[in-house]
T-cell receptor
Framework: KAGVTQTPRYLIKTRGQQVTLSCSPI?????VSWYQQTPGQGLQFLFE???????NKGNFPGRFSGRQFSNSRSEMNVSTLELGDSALYLC?????????????FGPGTRLTVT | LAKTTQPISMDSYEGQEVNITCSHN???????ITWYQQFPSQGPRFIIQ???TKVTNEVASLFIPADRKSSTLSLPRVSLSDTAVYYC????????????FGAGTRLFVKA
């Protein structure tokens, strides 16, 4: 079974621009979560989508948004990029009936804002 | 979400057994304990999950005492490739995921 895929893997953007990242979950997984990882802040939860609805949200400004499609694929968007948005953005998917925190992560998108 | 406390870093040598303990004093009745491993520039990888007593899989064992206020991840006979950050998470998925990763434990395995 294919794992979680994320595109693009690397991205360089300029401050003020916007960016859209894509995540394809494992087949059958309906929950998709997004995380930001930086050396200074570690792994931080952005939001989680389930059945096209945002179910949980972390403490990030409104410039960070996401959506999920009917096939469970998800996108996250960051508008008005800032230098501090440079990070590894990770997507994770999980089965709907699993207990605990059994999530499967993709390889991430490395975003560099200049 | 229960707060977890882990050692910041640990050193070991190849072939040794490594035990990483996580404290979670305010664990709730429905909470599970989950451990992840992360290599640099990669996403975390699910290692093991348990609720009570002992759980073992092909990668690791998880020991959970009766009061569930702590747990210990045991890695048998580590190799250099086990050098990574290990995260302990406590919670359940009621209402969806809202995973809070702590700083984790950086394990260094030396030759």
């Amino acid at each position: 079974k294919a794992g979680v895929t994320q595109t693009p893997r690397y991205l360089i953007k300029t401050r003020g621009q916007q960016v859209t990242l894509s995540c394809s979950p494992i087949s059958g997984h309906r929950s998709v979560s997004w995380y930001q990882q930086t050396p200074g802040q570690g792994l931080q939860f952005l939001f989680e989508y389930f059945s096209e609805t945002q179910r949980n949200k972390g403490n990030f400004p409104g410039r960070f948004s996401g959506r999920q499609f009917s096939n469970s694929r998800s996108e996250m968007n960051v508008s008005t990029l800032e230098l501090g948005d440079s990070a590894l953005y990770l997507c994770a998917s999980s089965l709907p009936t699993v207990t605990g925190y059994e999530q499967y992560f993709g390889p991430g998108t490395r975003l560099t804002v200049t | 979400l229960a707060k977890t406390t882990q050692p910041i870093s640990m050193d070991s040598y190849e072939g040794q057994e490594v035990n990483i303990t996580c404290s979670h004093n305010n664990i709730a009745t429905n909470d599970y304990i989950t451990w992840y491993q992360q290599f640099p520039s990669q996403g975390p990888r699910f290692i093991i999950q348990g609720y009570k007593t002992k759980v073992t899989n092909e990668v690791a064992s998880l020991f959970i005492p009766a009061d569930r206020k702590s747990s210990t991840l045991s890695l048998p006979r580590v190799s250099l490739s086990d050098t990574a950050v290990y995260y302990c998470l406590v919670g359940d998925n009621a209402g969806g995921f809202k995973t809070i990763f702590g700083a984790g434990t950086r394990l260094f395995v030396k030759a």
